[in-house]
């Protein structure tokens, strides 16, 4: 996927007119909720609730989960099933002479860990 | 009025109107719910707890992008005879609806015709394209026949096949968002919307032009540009963990993969909003909102004069309208906050760079909306199919079928609707936060714009199970 960045550069912070808004529309779910009894709309205070958030560029625990996802890269199962051992000592040779030709004439490569020995 | 200005009155005038008038909620296709065990607001608490909880493990978890190739593997040749069939099967049942609703009993619940449009067509088809993948390609009446008629004017002309015209690539998916707003306000907004002569008449218009189009335009181009039912059928197919290629080949593929290389162009974004927008307003326009809003937007219209019919179906009109542009309404607020968070991209890019994120959310509009449509009036084929026309015939012996209507509890149907509604709207979060990951370097970027992500998905979710609550039949 690929985007071209844009020219102008992001927008403004958004505006504080919207996040009255959001904040307004929770207000009068809240209290339709306790001076009318009408619960059925406090449905709707979650989305606003985390838009109210959002809007105040409050990412909570934002950093937690950066930090969360380096972690887990860190300790990526796939490295776990690499086909040579994870020492990090051995190091696949280029092909020279003879193994060269071979490799070049063959069907199919020989396999990664001969080619190590 | 700027276009953000302009955004912000829609969501605003609508949550106003919303907020106004509370609803006393009687349900629909969920009249049992007083048997549900918690409040009913207390499920959008929990399913956007499930959404947060979603978005926690995805930021940690998922941490390459996994669906931006459809890494497919294949599984088997289907013959070209079998696909054959099925177009032949799709003609013949097209040909069926047409002549029972032009020469049946004019009473919609004794005519095949509308029953298969309203429920096996418009709802089962949807469900089968997200379980098997594009289906509607083989069973589409007027795509067989323009297929057909371009192979015979092929041989004609000595093998040549090329259409005659290209299609202009600035109208993109705009004929289909209009056919397929079309098709919804013919549903909801009509008043002669069952009468079986009037769907027949229309459906082979509708025949009629997507075959000329198709001849003009080239079938494959038409058929996913212009064609709404060939669009939209063909954009929930791509959520399918199966997908055939020209060859006849079947693939395995990893569930919603597909939607990552779906092509954006023009109108896509607002084909998408028309499919939530058009089942937004359907549970919309039984709610006890709009049952105080709509006689007032009536009199202003027949204020200027006119009769209460078409003013009635222009207020619904706007309705329709209106809740298609809330959709996109809400949608495009997200985009701008996912703008907010880096400097890289611009709003309009984003737009179409996340916009496939909104494909599983209408399929699960339309699951959890019309779940006990397809389960309950869905049985009705089985004695419509033996007497289509309704003159008393029974050619498969099933006339004397009825609805079971005890097949599923209310309970367990208003559990399934709130299950679609979250797994379409995870399915939606695992879509964004996968593209986040594969456009943004930056993972504090990738993560922060997710948040405004979330905000639309948790928005879209609460929003769709207050409709289901609050609608009343």
């Known amino acids: 996927m690929k985007l071209r960045p844009s020219p102008r550069g992001a927008l403004p912070a958004p505006r504080r007119w919207l996040r009255f808004a959001f904040f307004l529309s929770l207000v009068a779910i809240v209290a339709l909720a306790f001076a009318a009894g009408d619960v059925g709309m406090l449905g709707l205070a979650p989305a606003l609730l985390i838009a109210l958030l959002v809007s105040r560029r409050r990412y909570p625990g934002a950093r937690l989960l950066v930090a969360m996802r380096a972690r887990a890269l860190q300790r990526s199962p796939r490295r776990g099933l690499s086909p040579l051992p994870a020492t990090g000592r051995a190091v696949v040779p280029a092909p020279r002479g003879g193994m060269l030709l071979a490799r070049s004439l063959a069907h199919r490569p020989p396999p990664r860990l001969l080619l190590a020995r | ?473």
């Open chain 2, 1 to 473: 009025m700027t276009r953000r200005r302009l955004l912000l009155f829609l969501v605003g005038a609508l949550g106003a109107a919303a907020l106004a008038y509370p609803a006393t909620a009687a349900a629909h296709g969920i009249v049992g719910r007083a048997d549900l065990p918690i409040p009913v607001w207390l499920f959008s608490w929990a399913a956007a707890i499930v959404l947060v909880a979603s978005f926690v493990a995805l930021s940690a978890l998922w941490t390459t992008p996994q669906l931006q190739s459809e890494r497919l593997r294949p599984l088997f040749k289907l013959p070209d005879a079998v696909v054959g069939l099925v177009s032949a099967f799709g003609l013949a049942v097209f040909a069926l609806v047409v002549y029972s609703g032009l020469a049946g009993t004019q009473v919609w619940s004794a005519n095949f015709s509308v029953t298969f449009i309203y429920v096996v067509f418009w709802v089962g088809v949807p469900i089968a394209s997200v379980l098997f993948g594009n289906i509607f390609s083989a069973l589409s009446p007027w795509r067989t026949v323009a297929r057909s008629l371009r192979w015979g004017i092929a041989r004609l002309r000595g093998g040549r096949s090329e259409p005659p015209a290209r299609y202009p690539a600035w109208l993109g998916q705009w004929p289909a968002v209009a056919l397929l707003i079309g098709f919804a306000w013919l549903e909801l907004v009509y008043v002669e919307r069952d009468s079986p002569s009037t769907l027949g008449a229309l459906s082979l218009a509708y025949f009629v032009a997507m075959v000329a189009g198709m001849l003009v335009f080239g079938v494959d181009e038409w058929s996913s540009q212009a064609d709404g039912f060939g669009a939209y059928f063909g954009l929930l197919s791509k959520m399918a963990p199966f997908t055939r290629r020209q060859d006849g080949t079947v693939f395995l593929r990893r569930p919603l993969s597909g939607l990552a290389g779906m092509r954006v162009g023009p109108g896509t974004t607002a084909l998408i909003c028309a499919v939530i927008g058009t089942t937004t307003f359907d549970g919309f326009s039984n709610d006890a909102v709009w049952r105080e809003l709509e006689p007032h937007l009536q009199s202003v219209f027949s204020g200027i004069g006119l009769h209460p019919t078409p003013a009635t179906e222009l207020a619904y009109t706007v309705g329709l309208l209106a809740c298609v542009a809330f959709v996109y309404a809400i949608y495009e607020l997200g985009i701008n906050g996912v703008a907010h968070v880096s400097r890289r991209y611009g709003n309009a890019e984003l737009s179409r760079t996340f916009v496939h994120t909104l494909v599983p959310i209408g399929f699960a509009y339309v699951l959890a909306h019309y779940f006990s449509l397809l389960i309950w009036q869905g049985q009705a084929v089985s004695y419509l199919a033996s007497d289509p026309l309704g003159n008393g015939a029974n050619i498969f012996g099933t006339s004397s079928y009825r609805i079971d209507y005890t097949i599923i509890s209310f309970a367990a149907i208003w559990y399934v609707q709130v299950a679609a509604l979250v797994a379409g709207h995870v399915g939606g979060l695992t879509l964004a936060h996968d593209r986040a990951l594969a456009i943004y370097r930056n993972p504090t970027e990738a993560v922060r714009s997710q948040y405004w992500m979330l905000t639309v998905m948790v928005a879209f979710t609460c929003f769709g199970l207050w409709l289901l609550s609050a609608v009343g039949t």
